[in-house]
Structures are given as structure tokens and as C-alpha cells.
């Protein structure tokens, strides 16, 4: 069962990797957007660490503070919707000390509806919808056949990894790299990649 | 590189004090959260208007924060929206009880930042209303693209909206006539140069010495093409061909017509512009009812221009010409 620490855990591990992969996520923002996802979001991820409650914390306060850590210092697309994610994410398990693997799946499930709702993007319009739809259906469907925890978020993460690869060949219909119609085509999908980075944290953190 | 700065990272605070110490009757300067609103307080049953993007635009949006224009402008990271909390303690500076409405440039990053505002501040019960504009010819309006860019109209919406509220309009009156001014205007740019964002240190796109980008964003995008370099009559006939057409502007119609430099271009060259896109208008048998020349909402350094038609009735030409004080911006009083 993931205790509230886990939680803490699974944010720093988020924060370290997109600080060892800002210079990657936005040399792919460069390709096709406005060169600024890496940036941004290594901004917001090292105020939600700075942010992040003392022990004792429950999960959702965990989940809150980093969801007003990004929507403030974010800025940019990656702000607003991985700001929301965590908000629903929180609101998906208010008042719980500790999380089952249930209330893992419906944080994760609430996140991406939050990122959907909020970017307006269905799944193929080259963007994290492509990678954190595909992660969070593996997520249920590996706990629907009984699988551990870790077992179905090891399977999430590498399912958001396909689906980060499968954005490559798509023409962008949202943000800034819509604009480029056909030369979007062969760039991966910056947020997509963040994405990834995420549920790889998920699955290294939240089992513990 | 070679930039007047003196810390990259200060860069936004440095230029919003500058702003502030150069107009101490007009403008404050808040560094944290970031906020340019205006010096008095606010007036109690006026709808307050609050804009902001990122910054690198100037003047807009701090430089149109006054009478009879802007209540508050958040500027966010050059070429970055700002974040929710500016515009939060914006509305909480300017509003006086009768709502806020928001100026947001069509921009994935802007839209989500201001939404979310105005998601928070309806649940301190405060009235906000959106007036998005996206006025960019040069990109198409689709359901493939997140829609066309916000540009010059900008400035107009801010000056006739803005107009409005001075005047005591109800909020719903200055978000119709945001609206409205916001669909009437159409605007298309060019650059001569690629502008160099202060924290990348190096030129965003290249661009050969005889070549031009005709359809530019303000923050360096694509445009429509990329083609050689031709005489100033030429390329401006390609500008107001494009927002004439997609206007559907007709003879006998009346407009207000902004050739905008893109911050790098002397005035000399955007008169010159001028000459060309008023005999232009007038070759249409348009009305040039108004006409702004100067560098209004630029990108950094580029080197170019954009013209940005506004199509006018009373209503707007009447508003247009009230008494307006702002940094950048000023007459009639």
C-alpha cells in the first residue's frame, strides 16, 4: 500500500527526472513547439519539491501543494495541465491516509480527465493525451487481471512510453505545433515524453 | 548575443520597474506576483479590463495600462503566458465590484493560464469575462489547429473595450464590444530578421540575407512562406491583400488600419510601409478612418512589420476616439 511518503517519493523522482531530461524535452519542443517545455516545467517541478508539506502530509495535501506549485510557477501549456492533473489527482483521493492500488488507478484516471478537459485534446492530436491515455488504461486493465500494484504501473509506464513513440508519425491538431500542419509529422510529442517520465516515476515510487 | 540588460533572469522586473518609474502618475509595478495596474484605485461600479501574455511584446500589454485603455497587464517570462496568480492579484488591484474582463491572445499556454484564473477568481464570486482574440491571417482558422494567433487586434480591443468601460459601460456592454471589435480586426506580419530571445542567447530561426518570412508570428513562428526579398509596396500589398480578403472588406467600408513595427524597424522604413498600405486602402476605395504607426506589440528585436485592419462603424470609431493616457498610447486629453 503506498503511504503518503511514497507519494512524496514518487514527485522528487518526477522532479530529478525532468531536471536529467530538460535539455531533451525541450530540444523536442524546439522541433515543433516553442522551445520552452523542459524549462518550464523543470521551474514548476523544483517549486512543488520546495513546496512539498512535512511528514505526516496526506496524500491529497501532498497532491495539492504540487498542483499550485506548477499552476503558479509553470507557466507555458505544461503548467495549467499537469497543475490540473495533480489537482484531480488530489480530489480523486481526499481524505485518504494511505492509498490502495484502487485509489492509485482512480488518481491517475482523474488526472487525465482533468488534462483532457483542460487542453480540450483527444487521444491522436499528438499530445500527452496519446501517452497518459494508453498508461492509465494498462494501469486498470493490469489491476483488473490481478496484478501487483508495481507489476500494472510498470506496465502503465511502458505503455506511455509506446504511445509517446506512437505520436511521432501524427500531425499536431492542438498548440503551437498545429500550426505546422504537415511538418509536424516525425517529431515526437514533448509532452508526451514528460509523460512518460512520470508514470516511469510512478512505477519506481508508488509500490513502495 | 549583444542585449542592454544587466541580468537575463531580471529581465521582465527590471523593464516593469522602468515602466513604473518613467509614469508614476499612470502605472505600479508589482514584482511578486507580477502585476502593471494602474496608480489610482479603483473606481467602484466600473467593469475593470485585465491583459497580459508574455513578455518581449512591449509596449503591450504594460504599456497600454491607463485611462481609458487597460485597468492591469501581467506580463508573464519572455515569450511565456503568465501564470494564474498574476492575473488573480491583478483583479484583486483593479476590480471595482463590477467584474473583470480578460484580453487573452489566442495561444494554448495564455487561454489555459487565463481559464484557470478566471475558474479561481468566480469562486471568490468575481464576474470574468474572456474577449480571445485571434486575428492572424497567415495561420488558418481549423479544427486541425488550436486556431488562428492573436495579434495586432490586440491593441484595438484593449483601446475601444477599454474606451467602454471608461465610460461606465456594464460588463456585458465591454465584452460585447471586445467581441465585436475583435472579429472585425484582421492582421498579417512579415520579418526581415529573426528575433533573439534574451535566455537562448541566439537567433530563434535563420533567415538568409535576401530572404523574408511573410506571415510571421510575434514570437518568431512560421508563417505562410518564405520567399526573396522584394520592394516595400510589394510585400505590403501581400499584408492587406490577405486581411482585405479574409474581412471581406468592401468598398465604401471604413477602417482603422495599424502598420506595426516588430520592434527592430526604424520608422523610417514603417512610414514608408504606411505610404504603400494607404494608397492600397484607398485604391480599394476603403475609408481610413484612423491610423496608428509606430511599434506596438513587437517581437523583441525582429526587424519587420505587420498591418492589422479593423473594420469600423460609429460605435467603434467613436470609442476609438475617446481620450485615452497611457504610456504608449495618448490623446484627447
Known amino acids: ?208 | 548575443m549583444k542585449k542592454l540588460i544587466n541580468r537575463v533572469e531580471a529581465i521582465v522586473d527590471e523593464a516593469g520597474e522602468g515602466l513604473a518609474a518613467a509614469h508614476p502618475d499612470l502605472v505600479r509595478y508589482q514584482r511578486e506576483p507580477r502585476v502593471i495596474y494602474r496608480a489610482g484605485p479603483p473606481v467602484r461600479g466600473r467593469a475593470a479590463l485585465v491583459s497580459g501574455g508574455g513578455s518581449g511584446h512591449e509596449p503591450l500589454h504594460g504599456g497600454f495600462v491607463g485611462h481609458g485603455m487597460l485597468h492591469a497587464a501581467c506580463p508573464g517570462e519572455v515569450f511565456t503566458s503568465p501564470v494564474p496568480d498574476q492575473m488573480e492579484a491583478a483583479a484583486h488591484h483593479v476590480d471595482g465590484g463590477a467584474g473583470i474582463v480578460f484580453i487573452v491572445k489566442n495561444y494554448t499556454g495564455d487561454v489555459m493560464n487565463f481559464d484557470l484564473a478566471a475558474e479561481l477568481l468566480r469562486g471568490e464570486g468575481i464576474d470574468v469575462r474572456t474577449v480571445l482574440v485571434a486575428d492572424d491571417v497567415a495561420v488558418q482558422d481549423s479544427l486541425y489547429t488550436a486556431g488562428r494567433r492573436g495579434v495586432g487586434t490586440t491593441v484595438f480591443v484593449e483601446k475601444i473595450a477599454g474606451a467602454a468601460a471608461e465610460r461606465g459601460a456594464p460588463l456585458a456592454e465591454v465584452e460585447r464590444i471586445g467581441k465585436k471589435v475583435a472579429a472585425e480586426g484582421r492582421s498579417m506580419g512579415m520579418s526581415l530578421t529573426s528575433c533573439t530571445v534574451p535566455a537562448k542567447g541566439s537567433p530563434t530561426f535563420d533567415l538568409g540575407e535576401s530572404e523574408i518570412e511573410i506571415g510571421i508570428g510575434i514570437h518568431g513562428e512560421p508563417g505562410r512562406e518564405r520567399t526573396a526579398l522584394r520592394e516595400a509596396h510589394d510585400i505590403v500589398e501581400t499584408l492587406v491583400r490577405a486581411s482585405a480578403e479574409d474581412l471581406g472588406l468592401r468598398r465604401g467600408e471604413r477602417v482603422i488600419v495599424m502598420t506595426n513595427g516588430m520592434g527592430g524597424t526604424p520608422l523610417l522604413e514603417l512610414y514608408v510601409a504606411h505610404r504603400d498600405v494607404d494608397r492600397m486602402l484607398r485604391d480599394r476605395g476603403v475609408e481610413i478612418a484612423g491610423a496608428l504607426v509606430g511599434n506596438y506589440i513587437t517581437s523583441l528585436d525582429m526587424q519587420g512589420c505587420s498591418v492589422t485592419l479593423l473594420r469600423v462603424d460609429d460605435e467603434l470609431l467613436d470609442l476609438w476616439r475617446a481620450p485615452v493616457h497611457t504610456a504608449a498610447l495618448r490623446w484627447g486629453l
Open chain 1, 1 to 208: 500500500m503506498p503511504e503518503a511518503h511514497a507519494v512524496t517519493t514518487f514527485v522528487e523522482r518526477f522532479a530529478a527526472a525532468v531536471d536529467a531530461h530538460a535539455q531533451e524535452l525541450t530540444e523536442l519542443d524546439s522541433a515543433i513547439g516553442d522551445a520552452d517545455h523542459g524549462i518550464n516545467l523543470q521551474r514548476g517541478m523544483r517549486a512543488a519539491v520546495e513546496r512539498l508539506p512535512a511528514g505526516g502530509a496526506t496524500p491529497d495535501a501532498i497532491l495539492r501543494a504540487v498542483a499550485n506549485a506548477l499552476i503558479s510557477k509553470t507557466g507555458g501549456a505544461s503548467g495549467p495541465l499537469y497543475g490540473t492533473a495533480f489537482l484531480r489527482a488530489s480530489q480523486a483521493v481526499a481524505g485518504c491516509g494511505s492509498l490502495d492500488a484502487g485509489d492509485v488507478a482512480r488518481m491517475f484516471r482523474a488526472a487525465l480527465d482533468g488534462i483532457r478537459e483542460r487542453g480540450k485534446a483527444e487521444p491522436g492530436d499528438k499530445t500527452m493525451v496519446d501517452a497518459f491515455t494508453p498508461a492509465v488504461d494498462a494501469l486498470e486493465a493490469g489491476l483488473a487481471r490481478g496484478d501487483d500494484l508495481g507489476t500494472a504501473l510498470r506496465a502503465a509506464a511502458r505503455a506511455a512510453s509506446a504511445g509517446s513513440d506512437a505520436t511521432i508519425p501524427l500531425v499536431a491538431r492542438k498548440g503551437r505545433a498545429s500550426y505546422l500542419g504537415e511538418r509536424s509529422r516525425e517529431h515526437r510529442d514533448p509532452g508526451s515524453r514528460s509523460t512518460t517520465l512520470l508514470f516511469e516515476a510512478a512505477a519506481e515510487a508508488l509500490p513502495a
